[in-house]
């Protein structure tokens, strides 16, 4: 029923496409939480660890807006409005992300528990970059999806293998009622996800026509911004509440989910490669997103977390960084 009454906002008003941003975002929002607890109940009722449950569904669920804007985007052809909110999201979640957790409570990072994860989110932003910086606007072929995946299972097997390293929990006893009601509300959340992601594209798409930006920079900025927040703020009352395991994992998870599996189900949706939409500077974005992933792994691993300097470092680098993407952008179009 939801999914039935999206909208099309071709020839909208300015004020219409912002307030359908909006009601995406809160869709997306209200989704990926549902999915989520949904989610986290099913699995528990069915014995799986919560360790395991955390590095997975947790970090998979504050991924799925990207995921749901990305394949709609593939399925339409807007391969570059997929790859800019990739390295935007990943962006927003090391440096906003990060920046409020270290203001609110610094971050401590246990380095010996994620330093597979911290190599594993530069490798993988590290390869999109290398495909771009050898093909240009042409992005990443199709045939990307091989190497993708098989990071992906390296990082699964690293995760199985820290899940065995710890001791298994007793699955909670969850009543039939219950089970029942959890499915209804993951069946919910992914229906919630797939009309947000429909309506923050069309909203998208429509507002770079109509003002003429190119539609990969609202991919980076507003759309971007939009899909990060269930990251984000889950990672802020984490940290807010001293879990600095879950929100440092959150994160992190995250990010390598953007990459390796939100991607590649893009690439297989497209059937085709993903182009950067004629943008000359996406190799900048993930260029970007290499660097502040270096930054906190050596902050990680020299450090043992982000300080509340540091956080003001990593949310005035994102300020920074996107109104130096705006302003290197928007020139290029009014010249045209």
């Known amino acids: 029923m939801l999914i039935a009454f999206v909208p099309t906002l071709t020839g909208s008003s300015p004020w219409v ?25 099913i699995a528990t009722a069915l014995g799986i660890s919560k360790m395991v449950i955390g590095l997975t ?13 990305n394949v709609i985007a593939g399925f339409r052809g807007e391969t570059g409005i997929a790859l800019a909110n990739v390295s935007g999201s990943n962006l927003t979640n090391f440096c906003v ?6 203001l609110a409570a610094s971050v401590v990072v246990d380095w010996r528990s994620f330093r597979a994860d911290c190599w594993m989110a530069v490798t993988s932003a590290a390869l999109v970059l290398g495909f771009l910086v050898v093909r240009g ?20 097997v690293t995760l199985r293998r820290r899940a065995r390293a710890r001791p298994e929990e007793n699955g909670e ?63 802020l009352i984490a940290a807010r509440q001293g ?12 990010n390598i989910s953007n990459v390796l599996v939100v991607l590649s189900a893009t690439l297989l949706a497209s059937q085709s490669g993903l182009s950067t939409g004629g943008d000359l500077y996406q190799v900048r974005d993930y260029a970007m ?16 977390g982000v300080n509340r300097s540091w956080g003001i470092v990593f949310i005035a ?20």
């Open 17 to 41: 496409l912002a307030g359908a941003l909006l009601v995406g975002c809160v869709l997306l929002y209200y989704g990926a939480h549902w999915l989520v607890r949904g989610a986290v109940t």
């Open 57 to 69: 569904l947790v970090a998979f669920g504050t991924s799925a807006p990207e995921m749901f804007v």
């Open 97 to 102: 992300g990060f920046g409020m957790c270290a």
């Open 137 to 156: 606007t042409a992005g990443l072929p199709f045939w990307s999806l091989a190497p993708l995946a098989g990071l992906l299972v390296a990082y699964l």
């Open 173 to 235: 006893v969850v009543g039939g009622g219950k089970l029942l009601a959890h499915v209804g509300l993951f069946l919910l959340g992914v229906a919630m996800l797939y009309a947000g992601g429909r309506v923050v594209l069309e909203a998208a798409v429509e507002t770079a026509r109509q003002l003429s930006i190119p539609a990969p920079l609202i991919g980076l900025t507003i759309v971007a911004a939009g899909t990060s927040v269930p990251d984000t703020f889950a990672s």
């Open 243 to 254: 879990e600095h395991g879950i929100a440092v994992g959150n994160l992190l998870g995250s």
């Open 289 to 304: 997103v290499v660097l502040v992933s270096i930054l906190f792994l050596l902050l990680a691993a020299l450090r043992g």
């Open 317 to 336: 680098t994102y300020f920074a960084y996107m109104a130096y993407r705006i302003y290197i952008s928007l020139p290029s179009v009014a010249a045209a």
